[in-house]
């Protein structure tokens, strides 16, 4: 009898959230819900990806979206579970023009937070599994088109004849994935790539690169990496894994081609864009654009005074492909995140005497601890336990962001204690460690700034032994023809500095392509507004302008991590079709800057 009882409390708070739902009565619906309390939707109710935090919030967003979204057919999904006094259960439902999937969390029979998100489109469902499409016909025909026929005329003729409905900026993973999303919901697009193959935004990064994320976190959506995959995936094999998939996925992809401008007309609701495609300029004609040029825009570079009487050879870490020709130089890497760290590391392997600047204090987490204690549900465990790829980034996504501080916080109360033997030997170094203003740890400073952490997966060992240097506490002056005058007065002999600096916001792209009033319309990408320096605000709830309607018609971002770019690329291919398809799409709660 206890086994089935947190489900008849969900099946109960469900059956009593759906009557008020039917009624059309807001207000019976709020009081389902304890005071503290939180509702994400990913488009079903708000055609946005929006967080509605308290009563009064979510009684508002009822308001202005209920007689529109219509939402029927509650019905829970699997047994719920019950874990210190909190009652979790899956649900499915439905909306006018979509169906959905959910997650609740009940404390003492009222909803603490409640999570919903679109699946499908009505009657625009992809063609997979049982509806998967049949790929010939059985039958003579004189005038048969084959597969690699249609495909040719496909590529042939999209952007030529034929216009994209939307064109993806950015051939990296994020713009990758985007494009077989919309490949799957039936949508023209086109993705451009400035490199000469699909996968080149890792092959020409620095050699020793590899993932930091585990292989269970970084599936693309469709086909997952084989289960002999490495939990670690090395750069180059990233690529042409990113290669094999533009094909296996049959993406319009151009290669060799840039994006030179674009403009949009508000009359004709058409962005007019030019590309130069191998030297060949072409103008396009799509309804929609989305930037999906990496996590963030271009390098951003500081100011050194003295750069230009500097003798060496200075570089930014997106410049930065081999330490080879340093070896038995002096390099001095400016920046103590994952880059500072992961390019130290090859410059010392190649033979280098390495130095590295920190200007600021860096969250550092040993791999081995983040595996076993952060990423529970991406794992081989995990599969175990019925917990999928797909499944696990639900569980995430439930989660309102208000609340993931409170969670990482006791996660890193557990790393602290857990490596505290390591964390003093690296202190010990000289080396600046922190853990957030708030002690939240490295994805809160991921969220919040994309800056300030690296997951050790060897360079702390190097620092403690004295193998790779460490200058910090004290600001950089100037350069000189021979290395770096520090703010005391001390100075630091220096064949080469590369900066690992990192880089500015997505919309600075936008700058550069549409123009500076669209790029300050839309405002910075990323960010929550948590009152940390770095972090825009004000406070929204939501990562800013990320897979959702931005101030700018028709303008999109998408990226991130292969995971976060994997989940979200879903939603914004959503939203186009939906577009595409005529479906009324009124968004709740206006972009925020």
């Not at 976190?217 to 990233?238: A, G, Q, S």
């Amino acid at each position: 009898m206890l086994e089935i009882a947190p489900s008849k409390q969900a099946a109960t708070w469900l059956s009593s959230f759906a009557q008020a739902l039917e009624a059309g009565d807001a207000a019976a619906v709020t009081h389902l819900f304890v005071e503290d309390c939180y509702w994400r939707d990913l488009l079903t109710f708000t055609w946005n990806i929006k967080t509605m935090e308290g009563q009064t919030a979510i009684r508002e967003m009822l308001d202005a979206t209920l007689a529109t979204a219509s939402p029927t057919a509650w019905q829970l999904s699997g047994e719920a579970s019950s874990d210190e006094g909190t009652v979790e259960a899956w649900f499915t439902f439905e909306t006018a023009s979509a169906w959905g999937q959910g997650i609740m969390r009940l404390k003492d029979g009222r909803c603490r937070t409640l999570f919903t998100a679109m699946t499908d489109l009505k009657g625009f469902e992809e063609r997979k599994g049982p509806a998967r499409p049949l790929g010939v016909r059985h039958k003579a025909d004189p005038n048969r088109e084959t597969w690699s026929e249609a495909r040719a005329r496909e590529t042939r003729d999209l952007g030529a004849g034929e216009q994209p409905y939307c064109l993806v900026i950015g051939g990296g993973q994020g713009g990758i994935m985007l494009g077989a999303r919309l490949r799957q919901l039936g949508v023209p697009a086109i993705v451009i790539e400035k490199n000469a193959r699909p996968g080149d935004s890792w092959r020409n990064r620095y050699r020793t690169l590899v993932l930091h994320d585990p292989v269970w976190y970084d599936h693309l959506p469709y086909i997952p990496f084989p289960e002999n995959w490495p939990v670690f995936t090395p750069k180059d094999k990233m690529g042409d894994w990113l290669e094999m998939y533009t094909r296996v996925m049959e993406l319009n992809y151009w290669v060799a081609t840039k994006c030179v401008s674009a403009s949009y007309d508000e009359t004709e609701k058409v962005w007019t864009v030019v590309v130069d495609r191998v030297g060949r300029r072409i103008t396009l004609k799509p309804k929609h654009i989305v930037f999906a040029t990496g996590a963030y825009g271009p390098p951003r570079r500081i100011d050194l005074p003295g750069a230009d009487a500097f003798q060496g050879e200075l570089l930014h870490s997106s410049q930065y492909s081999s330490g080879e020709k340093f070896r038995g130089k002096k390099v001095a890497v400016v920046g103590s995140a994952s880059s500072g760290h992961d390019v130290s590391v090859d410059l010392w392997e190649s033979g280098a005497e390495v130095t590295m600047i920190q200007r600021s204090p860096t969250t550092v987490v040993k791999s081995d601890t983040l595996m076993e204690v952060g990423f529970e549900i991406f794992s081989e465990e995990a599969l175990e336990r019925g917990i999928t790829t797909e499944k696990a980034d639900m569980i995430v996504a439930s989660t309102p962001f208000a609340l993931v501080p409170q969670g990482q916080r006791a996660l890193y109360e557990i790393i602290k204690a857990r490596d505290a033997a390591f964390y003093d030997r690296l202190r010990a170094s000289g080396f600046a460690l922190d853990f957030g203003d708030d002690e939240t740890g490295l994805l809160m400073k991921a969220y919040r700034t994309g800056s300030g952490y690296y997951i050790d997966v060897g360079a702390s060992d190097l620092i403690i032994d004295g193998k790779i240097g460490v200058r910090g506490g004290v600001g950089i002056k100037a350069l000189t023809p021979t290395g770096i005058l520090f703010d005391d007065g001390t100075e630091l002999a220096a064949d080469a500095i590369i900066a690992c600096t990192g880089y500015q916001s997505m919309n600075e792209t936008v700058a550069a392509i549409v123009s500076r009033d669209v790029a300050d319309k839309v405002g910075p990408c990323w960010g929550l507004g948590s009152g940390v320096k770095g972090d825009p605000g004000p406070w929204q709830g939501e990562l800013r302008n990320m897979w959702k309607p931005t101030a700018q018609e028709a303008l999109w971002f998408h990226g991130g991590n292969l995971a976060l770019s994997r989940f979200y690329s879903k939603y914004v291919a959503l939203q186009i079709k939906a577009r595409m398809e005529g479906i009324e799409t009124p968004v709740y709660g206006a972009p925020g800057r």
